[in-house]
């Protein structure tokens, strides 16, 4: 019986009300009264040029793919611990994915191991901030700038979160959000483009309408309603945007109460210095995460099977997270690793995430945090 689960989504108490709202307005398709609210009220969080609401983050990963005219033949550079979205955004492309290490300490893609795998082939470097921290874009653009390619954030997990003071996510011309239900701010499935170069804005609202330029005609742009370009059907429905609309407004809230949280844990584990147990680094003024996951490295991957199962019989729901897309049987197939990822293969093996949500409270943290140590205690034995 788990009494802690791993997650809560966020519900705020409007949500009821906004769903109805949309539905009395008997607009329940994409792009009506509440997508554009939420694309504004995105707009104005991230200072972007535009905000595309998107079903998933993985439409926004495909669009701005698509945005790059990514192809057979072209390379994209990625950490090789990611979701599946992120590479198969390239793959669908006809486009191979290039497998990167991590930093042990931030499971973010590891900057110094990007430039060896540039070459004629590659076409961009696909950026994901793990857990919401903000990987090192100074380094990243630098790199990227100085070979011609472009830089596409996966900032799924990262509303809310920080990069020398401005939001994760507008720090490369385009960007991808995820409002699944796993995350800080939700629609149940939901996503977001952020472009930051308005130079894509125009072919962005032709990808999302299934190749069309419907919005043009409806602005009074064009004269005619056709098909003009490849795409494919990413809006979500009003239904999603109205719950939604409910939820962005609640982002600084949200970040308080979990960053709390996250700074509970690090400093109970801390305190309880069990030897050879991972943490993840602290907050820097220049990356500021959004306490999206709190996750531990455990001091050997033969220990993890055991604690998972452990601390479920205590009530507590603990999970692992990726499987390296590099080892994955779609990623042997698909991608390349040319310089192998061991880092990755050795955290990812070791790695527990604990329960975390919106309003987990300090004794919980506490509670958890406890049955953490004695559960390694038990099994070293």
């Not at 006809?94 to 991590?102: K, L, Q, R």
């Not at 990243?140 to 994760?168: C, F, L, R």
């Not at 125009?202 to 056709?226: P, V």
């Amino acid at each position: 019986m788990v009494e802690i689960p791993f997650n809560k989504p966020l519900i705020t108490g409007s949500e009821l009300e906004t769903i109805s709202d949309a539905i009395a307005r008997l607009d329940l398709s994409g792009d009506g009264h509440f997508t554009g609210l939420c694309e504004k009220m995105l707009q104005r969080h991230f200072s972007c040029s535009k905000a595309f609401l998107t079903h998933s983050c993985t439409a926004a990963l495909e669009m701005a793919m698509l945005l790059l005219d990514l192809g057979p033949g072209d390379e994209v550079i990625m950490p090789s611990f990611t979701f599946t979205s992120t590479a198969n955004a390239v793959v669908l492309r006809g486009a191979t994915p290039i497998f990167a290490d991590v930093e042990p300490g931030t499971m973010n893609i590891d900057a110094e191991k990007i430039e060896p795998l540039i070459n004629p082939a590659t076409k961009a470097i696909m950026v994901v901030h793990y857990a919401g921290r903000p990987a090192d874009m100074d380094k990243i653009n630098s790199i990227a700038a100085a070979n011609g390619i472009a830089v596409v954030e996966d900032a799924a997990q990262a509303m809310g979160s920080t990069y020398k003071g401005k939001p994760a996510g507008t720090q490369s011309p385009l960007s991808a959000l995820s409002f699944h239900e796993t995350k800080n701010i939700v629609s149940g499935e939901g996503g977001a483009l952020i472009v930051n170069d308005p130079r894509y804005e125009d072919r962005a609202a032709i990808l999302r309408e299934k190749g069309t330029n419907r919005q043009s005609f409806l602005q009074g742009r064009a004269d005619k309603y056709s098909w003009v370009d490849l795409g494919s059907s990413y809006l979500p429905s009003e239904l999603v945007a109205a719950f939604l609309y409910s939820q962005i407004g609640a982002t600084a809230k949200v970040t308080t109460s979990r960053l709390a949280a996250w700074g509970r844990y690090r400093s109970n584990f801390q305190s309880a210095a069990f030897p050879g147990l991972g943490l993840p680094e602290q907050v820097s003024e220049d990356a500021v995460l959004n306490g999206h996951i709190f996750h531990l490295l455990l001091p050997n991957a033969e220990r993890r099977p055991a604690f998972l199962e452990a601390m479920k019989t205590r009530g507590i729901q603990c999970t692992f997270h990726y499987v390296p897309l590099h080892s994955s049987p779609a990623g042997l197939k698909f991608g390349k690793t040319p310089h192998g990822c061991p880092i990755t293969e050795d955290t990812a093996s070791r790695l527990v995430r604990l329960p975390m949500f919106f309003d987990i409270d300090a004794q919980t943290v506490d509670l958890v945090s406890a049955a953490v140590v004695d559960v390694l205690n038990e099994i070293a034995k």
